[in-house]
């Protein structure tokens, strides 16, 4: 087997100063433009992650107020009853009773005098004292509510207390309470969940837990009072607060406090947010409302007599119970019978009324949260989008086409500006119409009587609800069915870079909220196209640094085939055994940093190399490649310390000299030293002669 190794020759010049500075120029940039990714997608995280928590957060003091308004007035129609205030504990008892019935997550509805005790309950139990409990000390102090979590003398559990003072010609006579069970809102509060491991929790006013993903929290009340979110609430902080447990795990949470002084924390950890991006498998969680309770207190006064008019009006009250809204009791005289039925005819149809007007708003805010989840999907896939195409082209028109197909619209399209900045070419568009455009360079004058050239101008949205009363728009014979624009400015490191516009067929088809989250969009394409001109720019630097390293390399090694011809050494294995097989030769080049200066020539006969063989080849290859460079640059370095040192050792000689004889001895010295001189003489001559030798 033979091995032959044979530089090649080469032309290019380049110096090592300009290699240095390009490298000295291009490493930082590359650095900062990855810190300031970093930086950006941090802080989007972050903003996503905390507009998510108030959502929740929004949610959550949504379903608590509805739960406490509907309770509330329940609890103010029981204490106006004439039953009621009469405080004579045979009219109360089937008050309350019914009370009860109508709502089943009341397991006590009572009334208690002046001192607390109680003069009629729902429950067959024994009449107790409730002086001790803060609900009856609110409520006799002319509290209109009063709100106490604390274990139920008669359930044993924990329980919600609610109370308000009855009154009889402006003066407290007693106090009308019930007790409920914490299981619808905590059910519904424990169920919200936030990615993996985030949930929301509620505290009363003394800190102890009303609602928890935890059970035990809730049955035991834990007091939260020095849990760093709770701790903070009661001092003042409200909204976005970053802390850590006493685990060592870092959480953002968000904290609301209720006009009843209670508290909503909602917390997730850092960790999890921050891995969901990565995945890029985010989605904003929004808290649907966990429902409305439709309870409003049925009630009607019996008389001590057992008579027709109260038995129909007990049946009108059982079936109103059981959810006929439609019936009615009958007012079949003008006495105290006829008063309480008219009350509750007119209770009835109030219910009627809420129950409608809250089916109306719980479907305009389903609607508006579908809406909502949808826009911020569209946001997360253009993102998604962004992040993933880096071709300028692709990316443009994937984000139209997403755009359009998520928001349901006519057209989408995308200008961007020309190199005069002063022109805006449309880049990408939707559909046909899209199409057409773009092949015919459809543009528009920045500034000028257009949306598309106004947002621009004045780095804005602009929309317009209807087109045909826009007076700075430009009409498309394209797109006739168009009838409501947005013009959505795009704009990078503080210059202009283009806009979106929008176009639906309907009017009135935009709102703020569309127009944040398509200013959202516009903001990630906006850094997504400074990144790609970064990127292509730093791809050209790269190349060219290339190109700039192959001809110093082969500059170089011309040099130094010039200084020792070509060079070549040869090796004969004696354990080789050629065998019958003819010899054939494999050829592998000497490669230094991508750049051929030789070649390895294996004469061999048998089986070929097999893999791991070559890898080991080409791994000798390499760092033989890598020697020879050492052994270069030495002989250069000690080269040019040489040449150095012979100057310096002239330049002492000269300084030595006293007259221009002894110079120019000194100077034919030195030059007739150097290797391929044969002879050297100097001639001084006058300024106004030339020639000589």
């Excluded at 032309?11 to 290699?19: E, K, S, T, Y």
């Excluded at 947005?486 to 202009?496: K, S, T, Y």
């Excluded at 000798?620 to 050492?630: C, F, K, M, P, V």
């Amino acid at each position: 087997m033979t091995t032959t190794t044979r530089p090649l020759r080469s032309r290019a010049r380049l110096q090592n100063r300009i290699l240095s500075l390009i490298l000295g120029i291009v490493v930082p940039i590359l650095i900062a433009v990855v810190l300031v990714s970093l930086r950006f997608t941090e802080r989007t995280v972050t903003t996503q992650a905390e507009q998510q928590l108030v959502y929740v957060s929004q949610g959550v003091a949504n379903l608590l107020d509805s739960w406490l308004s509907v309770n509330n007035n329940q609890l103010k129609n029981l204490a106006l009853q004439p039953g009621i205030i009469s405080m004579d504990p045979a009219q109360q008892k089937p008050i309350l009773e019914a009370m009860a019935a109508a709502n089943p997550y009341m397991y006590l509805v009572s009334t208690t005098n002046k001192i607390g005790m109680n003069v009629a309950r729902s429950d067959d139990n024994e009449l107790i004292n409730y002086l001790d409990r803060a609900w009856f000390k609110g409520a006799i102090n002319d509290y209109e509510f009063t709100y106490q979590i604390l274990q139920g003398r008669t359930s044993g559990a924990p329980a919600l207390v609610m109370s308000t003072p009855i009154k009889k010609d402006g003066a407290i006579v007693g106090v009308a309470m019930f007790a409920a069970e914490l299981t619808q809102v905590t059910t519904a509060v424990s169920q919200i969940k936030i990615g993996e491991s985030g949930f929301a929790f509620v505290v009363d006013p003394y800190n102890r837990v009303m609602a928890h993903p935890n059970p035990e929290y809730v049955a035991g009340l834990q007091d939260l009072q020095d849990y760093p979110p709770v701790a903070a609430l009661r001092a003042g902080n409200a909204g976005i607060y970053n802390f850590t447990d006493a685990e060592g795990r870092n959480w953002v949470s968000h904290l609301t406090l209720t006009p009843d002084d209670w508290g909503i924390i909602v917390q997730l950890p850092q960790s999890e947010y921050i891995a969901l991006v990565n995945n890029q498998r985010w989605t904003a969680l929004i808290i649907l409302s966990a429902g409305v309770l439709l309870v409003l207190g049925l009630t009607s006064a019996i008389l001590r007599q057992v008579i027709r008019p109260v038995k129909v009006l007990t049946r009108t009250a059982v079936a109103i119970s059981r959810g006929d809204l439609t019936r009615t009791a009958p007012v079949e005289s003008d006495d105290e019978i006829g008063a309480l039925a008219q009350t509750f005819n007119k209770m009835t149809a109030q219910l009627r009324q809420t129950v409608d007007d809250l089916q109306i708003r719980v479907d305009e805010r389903t609607a508006e949260l579908a809406q909502a989840l949808s826009q911020l999907r569209t946001a997360a896939d253009v993102s998604r989008s962004i992040t993933r195409v880096m071709d300028v082209q692709t990316l443009l028109q994937e984000v139209v086409d997403l755009i359009k197909e998520r928001f349901n619209l006519y057209y989408v399209g995308v200008f961007l500006l020309d190199e005069t900045g002063e022109q805006a070419i449309l880049r990408a568009g939707t559909g046909e119409a899209g199409s057409k455009m773009v092949s015919a360079g459809h543009r528009l004058l920045k500034g000028g009587a257009s949306m598309i050239g106004w947002a621009i101008s004045k780095g804005e949205a602009r929309i317009s609800q209807e087109v045909g009363t826009e007076t700075v728009r430009f009409k498309n014979p394209l797109l006739p069915l168009t009838r409501s624009e947005v013009a959505i400015p795009i704009f990078g490191r503080d210059r202009a870079l283009g806009a979106l516009t929008i176009q639906s067929t309907e009017a009135n088809a935009f709102d703020q909220d569309d127009i944040v989250v398509l200013q959202g969009v516009a903001d990630s394409l906006a850094a997504a196209l400074d990144n790609a001109a970064l990127f292509n720019q730093t791809q050209e630097s790269l190349d060219e640094i290339r190109v700039l390293n192959r001809a110093y390399t082969e500059e170089a090694w011309a040099r130094t085939l010039a200084n020792y011809g070509n060079i070549a050494v040869e090796h004969h294995n004696p354990a080789a055994t050629p065998g019958d097989q003819p010899i054939r030769q494999v050829r592998l080049p000497l490669m230094l940093r991508e750049n051929p200066i030789g070649e390895v020539t294996l004469d061999m006969s048998g089986r070929d190399l097999t893999p791991d063989e070559l890898e080991f080849v080409e791994s000798i290859t390499a760092q033989a490649a890598l020697a020879l460079e050492s052994a270069r640059l030495l002989e250069e370095s000690q080269a040019y310390a040489l040449q150095e040192r012979k100057m310096s050792e002239m330049t002492s000689r000269f300084s030595r000299a006293s007259n221009v004889d002894d110079i120019l001895k000194a100077a034919v010295s030195e030059l007739g030293n150097l290797p391929t001189v044969a002879e050297v003489s100097i001639h001084l001559v006058s300024p106004d002669k030339t020639g000589g030798e």
